[in-house]
Each structure stands twice: as structure tokens, then as C-alpha cells.
Nanobody
Framework: QGRLVESGGGLVQAGGSLRLSCATS????????MGWYRQAPRKQRELVAVITSGGSTNYAETVKDRCTLPREHAPNTMYLQMTSLKPADTSVYYC??????????WGPGTQVTVSS
């Protein structure tokens, strides 16, 4: 039933890099924005990066110099490139699609753990 599936998470040392992927199993229409969010234990889910249908991007202050949304989209797939990872980046990362009607689609998440 899920439409989004994340992959690419794992254990990485501080200073390392990861590339997360989000594949769409079924087409989602009228997408207004696509993005990545994360949630650490006992914390609220927070925005990491988002790109709108118009091409505008927004990054969280804590990651904006270390994360990008690569433009080389494979069909139905988006990516999040993260570099210079810190232990504070340890979270479950979720892929999101928001439609023009305000509907949010989420993947099940992928765990990223950064060791010091």
C-alpha cells in the first residue's frame, strides 16, 4: 500500500557521507513539494530539505552546508546527499511528498547512525 520507500541509511563514522534514495512505487499526482525529514528518539520530526514543484529548495539551518538534493533524478526517485556527518545527524530519515491538496505521503523511514 505504501507509495514511498527509502533506502541508503546505515552506520557511518563522523565526517563520512551518505546518499539516501526515495523510490515511488505508485505515481503520486499533483505533487507540490518533495522533501526529506528526520526524527531522532524523543524528538519531533523535523525538516531536512525540501524542493517545490517550482524548483525552489529549502534546507534546515543545521544541514544546509552539508546536504543537497541531487538533480539527477532517476525515474520516480529522489535523493538526499549528506556529507560531513555528525553524531547529531543520527535519526530516522523519512521521504515525503506533499500534494497541491495538502495530502502528505510518507515512507517507512531509513535509519542513519553516525558514530563519533
Amino acid at each position: 500500500q505504501g507509495r514511498l520507500v527509502e533506502s541508503g541509511g546505515g552506520l557511518v563514522q563522523a565526517g563520512g557521507s551518505l546518499r539516501l534514495s526515495c523510490a515511488t512505487s505508485r505515481r503520486i499526482f499533483s505533487i507540490n513539494a518533495m522533501g526529506w525529514y528526520r526524527q531522532a528518539p524523543r524528538k519531533q520530526r523535523e525538516l531536512v530539505a525540501v524542493i517545490t514543484s517550482g524548483g525552489s529548495t529549502n534546507y534546515a539551518e543545521t544541514v544546509k552546508d552539508r546536504c543537497t538534493l541531487p538533480r539527477e533524478h532517476a525515474p520516480n526517485t529522489m535523493y538526499l546527499q549528506m556529507t560531513s556527518l555528525k553524531p547529531a545527524d543520527t535519526s530516522v530519515y523519512y521521504c515525503n511528498r506533499r500534494t497541491a491538496y495538502g495530502t502528505d505521503y510518507w515512507g517507512p523511514g531509513t535509519q542513519v547512525t553516525v558514530s563519533s
